[in-house]
DNA sequence: CTGAAAGCGCTTACAG
DNA sequence: CTGAAAGCGCTTACAG
């Protein structure tokens, strides 16, 4: 039938998947057993020179790449550490992934990725696969799949579950809003409104309640009205509503603080649709560092983050419970954040 | 010593582990056999509806958990693909890798993703260790790490090497290219001026091939010092820098096509430093669409991507080739591309 | 310094 | 319809 397949002897639905070379070929042509062959590649010190030599010789001729699968089944430990977050198309998730494939690709471990769009069935799912491939930790950023605590190493980040978990790490959300705020009543705001997430997240919660204790602590009075929430994906059509809810109010505000780069982007985008200028008519300050955040205009104060930081963190703190084991709670990690001066707050 | 730990008898030195039950087990608890325990999970009809059930339940109070590692290593094949990419932190590849994920995790693989910063010597780490996890197949957004292909079904994406793997998808470039000249030609442009990438990449060759063929269509003439080529990473930086070179040049062009969304906003930075407006003094368009090219300062003209398109089509060409096998050439995919007119190339 | 043997947890011919 | 046995490719006590 078929038969256009170019080597003979090939079954019709196997691909074209070269046999590897196995430990047993590497040591028959070593001359040794699979043992010592086995002992010689791992550079065991129980081995002689020579023979390592004759090893080493063996597997380089045959091309030999060690077959981890079998390996990680009778270590009993696949070196494997999973990573579930919301969206990897999202820039935060993905610095935070690439933070944490760093250090744990330098303590020997794979990282498994799954993305799983904020449902919470594909997050149980992808926590049980995570599970039946036996990693040795997990780095979760929930989305809410979690209903009972997936058993093993987890080290929750971005969104907190509190006193669960190995660790926790996230960013310094009320310090950052603080920040923010602050620099805002600076300039002379005394009517500062808020743009936020849902306060069903440790980012929308944290943030919601670090603007309001800012504004206690300067001794403003925060207006009615003036704290919008956005969607649940923290849209910039949604910053740009709640900012034409906070402009139609009888007497709007003269500055804002939007939780994030993509509600700030929006609510900018109001202000311009609306005829107004930022600074002049209203002040703008951001949580996250939009991507280009000095090429808009006008140039966008925010806090500048460290993703990248944050994800090497949680992935050292699952390494750490790895190496030491677990006692006590959770161990709870905030990553600073920098406030980076630009204009649209009405610096010059 | 030590004798902190919560739960009696546990070494030191393992971390709080629970030990899963195994198939054994389950078959012990539902008074079976392992085989037949496996098929009853597998839902195998060779298996009485009765005995399934008592299986399933046995497997359920346990909470037993699979050992892919086990079956990986049993049936010779790990189901993973992995895919590597230059930078997970780049939207693009982000993009690319949900779009992968998908397809692959509804086929039933898990996708092992490795992000190589663009160094050589990472990704030939990564193809090994990929290789080693005997994953079925891979998909490659090469840096140049690739000196002997890497046995085993490869599907290249982004960065093609020609007639190597099994099939390889990267964007229309040479289309979009002239999609964008046409649209600023139309603008009665004939001084239209490049600025892209250098051209050892893929889409850095195509690009400008495309470029000159559009303007060579369209009976312009190439301006010497007219295409512009930026650094390795594409930065704005660089975009910036080939913006004042163009900007310098004796007959400056009236229209830049920038070969990324990068080189474009560092184009338009670079205009507006130079007290230059767009699209009024310089008309700008862009290859790709930056993440928020509508909120800009003008909203930017460029081409609308389809980067989970481009992840989805590579996986499926690998999902293919592992079903029927490969044979002949790889097969090449261009994914279309759309123009999105905005305001900076003068379109009211 | 080296080797024979057991076993990690599954799946799957083979036999009944 | 069910089970006993072999084996995937390693590593590692145990013995010498």
Same mark, same amino acid.
Not at 31 to 50: K, Y
Not at 261 to 266: E, F, I, K, P
Not at 268 to 280: F, S
Not at 309 to 324: D, I, K, N, Q, T
């Given at each position: 039938?078929? /038969?256009?397949?170019?080597?003979?002897?090939?079954?019709?639905?196997?691909?074209?998947?070269?046999?590897?070379?196995?430990?047993?070929?590497?040591?028959?042509?070593?001359?040794?057993?699979?043992?010592?062959?086995?002992?010689?590649?791992?550079?065991?010190?129980?081995?002689?020179?020579?023979?390592?030599?004759?090893?080493?010789?063996?597997?380089?001729?045959?091309?030999?790449?060690?077959?981890?699968?079998?390996?990680?089944?009778?270590?009993?430990?696949?070196?494997? =550490? @999973?990573? =579930?977050?919301? &969206?990897?198309?999202?820039?935060?998730?993905?610095?935070?992934?690439?933070?944490?494939?760093? *250090?744990?690709?330098?303590?020997?471990?794979?990282?498994?990725?799954?993305?799983?769009?904020?449902?919470?069935?594909?997050?149980?799912?992808?926590?049980?696969?995570?599970?039946?491939?036996?990693?040795?930790?997990?780095?979760?950023?929930?989305?809410?799949?979690?209903?009972?605590?997936?058993? /093993?190493? =987890?080290?929750?980040?971005?969104?907190?579950?509190?006193? *669960?978990?190995?660790?926790?790490?996230?960013?310094?959300?009320?310090?950052?809003? @603080?920040?923010?705020?602050?620099?805002?009543?600076?300039?002379?705001?005394?009517?500062?409104?808020?743009?936020?997430?849902?306060?069903?997240?440790?980012?929308?919660?944290?943030?919601?309640?670090?603007?309001?204790?800012?504004?206690?602590?300067?001794?403003?009075?925060?207006?009615?009205?003036?704290?919008?929430?956005?969607?649940? *994906?923290?849209?910039?059509?949604? /910053?740009?509503?709640?900012?034409?809810?906070?402009?139609?109010?009888?007497?709007?505000?003269?500055?804002?603080?939007?939780?994030? &780069?993509?509600?700030?982007?929006?609510?900018?985008?109001?202000?311009?649709?609306? @005829?107004?200028?930022?600074?002049?008519?209203?002040?703008?300050?951001?949580?996250?560092?939009?991507?280009?955040?000095?090429?808009?205009?006008?140039?966008?104060?925010?806090?500048?983050?460290?993703?990248?930081?944050?994800?090497?963190?949680?992935?050292?703190?699952?390494?750490?419970?790895?190496?030491?084991?677990? &006692?006590?709670?959770?161990?709870?990690?905030? =990553?600073?954040?920098?406030?980076?001066?630009?204009?649209?707050?009405?610096?010059?």
């Amino acid at each position: 039938m078929a /038969g256009s397949g170019q080597s003979a002897g090939a079954a019709t639905t196997v691909p074209a998947r070269a046999q590897h070379p196995t430990l047993v070929d590497v040591a028959r042509q070593a001359n040794v057993s699979a043992s010592t062959a086995s002992r010689a590649l791992q550079d065991s010190p129980r081995i002689s020179e020579p023979t390592k030599r004759r090893v080493r010789a063996a597997a380089r001729k045959l091309g030999y790449e060690p077959n981890r699968i079998a390996r990680s089944l009778r270590t009993r430990s696949a070196n494997f =550490v @999973g990573i =579930v977050v919301p &969206d990897i198309g999202i820039g935060f998730y993905s610095r935070v992934v690439k933070g944490a494939g760093d *250090v744990l690709e330098k303590a020997g471990y794979q990282m498994l990725v799954m993305s799983t769009e904020r449902e919470a069935e594909r997050e149980r799912k992808a926590l049980r696969t995570l599970l039946e491939h036996r990693v040795d930790g997990i780095l979760l950023a929930t989305s809410g799949g979690v209903t009972n605590l997936p058993r /093993g190493l =987890v080290v929750f980040f971005d969104n907190i579950v509190p006193d *669960v978990g190995v660790a926790n790490v996230a960013l310094a959300n009320r310090a950052g809003m @603080g920040l923010l705020v602050e620099h805002l009543a600076g300039h002379g705001h005394e009517r500062i409104a808020y743009i936020g997430g849902p306060v069903s997240s440790t980012s929308g919660e944290e943030r919601l309640d670090g603007f309001r204790r800012s504004i206690a602590r300067l001794g403003l009075a925060e207006l009615p009205g003036s704290t919008q929430i956005g969607d649940a *994906v923290w849209s910039s059509a949604s /910053g740009a509503e709640a900012m034409r809810r906070l402009l139609e109010l009888p007497t709007p505000p003269t500055a804002v603080v939007a939780a994030s &780069d993509t509600l700030a982007l929006g609510a900018m985008q109001a202000c311009r649709d609306a @005829g107004l200028r930022v600074p002049a008519d209203v002040a703008l300050a951001s949580f996250d560092d939009p991507a280009f955040g000095e090429l808009l205009d006008p140039p966008i104060t925010a806090l500048a983050r460290n993703d990248r930081r944050l994800g090497e963190l949680a992935a050292s703190l699952v390494l750490h419970a790895l190496e030491v084991g677990v &006692d006590g709670p959770p161990s709870e990690v905030r =990553v600073p954040v920098e406030l980076a001066v630009r204009r649209s707050c009405g610096c010059p």
